[in-house]
């Protein structure tokens, strides 16, 4: 094998390498979450979709994330806030809005069994009356 043949598979492999290493890298991708306000929402979680790679925004509601291609779909989340898809880009700012869906009634029921004495006890006791309050739709 001639040194030239050697020096161009040699050079052919050190391409390769660092083209696969710059493709698994991924892309990264910056941008800042708002409210309907333009006040930065601080602890909104961005992930990107159907994977585990996640980022949450900073105080400055700003966020830092690497995707694996442009074609990645963020998912934006944050309670009391309707969640969001956007295509990943760089330098991104997203505008959330507040949800209006309300949960429906919440019903809570406590049931007790048994008796113990207050002493033993290791949590918390209260007594709670029975007296029903009436309300009126006007």
Request: hydrophobic share 40%.
């Amino acid at each position: 094998m001639s040194k030239i043949t050697a020096l161009f598979l040699l050079l052919n492999f050190a391409a390769s390498t660092i083209l696969s290493a710059q493709r698994n890298q991924g892309v990264p991708v910056t941008g800042q979450i708002v409210d309907e306000n333009n006040n930065p929402l601080t602890g909104v979680t961005v992930q990107v979709k159907n994977s585990k790679i996640s980022a949450t925004t900073n105080a400055a509601g700003k966020f830092s994330i690497t995707v694996p291609n442009n074609r990645s779909v963020l998912v934006f989340t944050y309670v009391g806030y309707e969640r969001q898809e956007s295509v990943a880009g760089n330098n991104k700012v997203i505008h959330l809005q507040a949800s209006n869906t309300n949960l429906g009634e919440v019903v809570v029921v406590v049931v007790g069994y048994g008796t113990q004495r207050r002493i033993s006890v290791t949590g918390s006791v209260d007594r709670v009356g029975t007296q029903v309050e009436k309300t009126f739709a006007e």
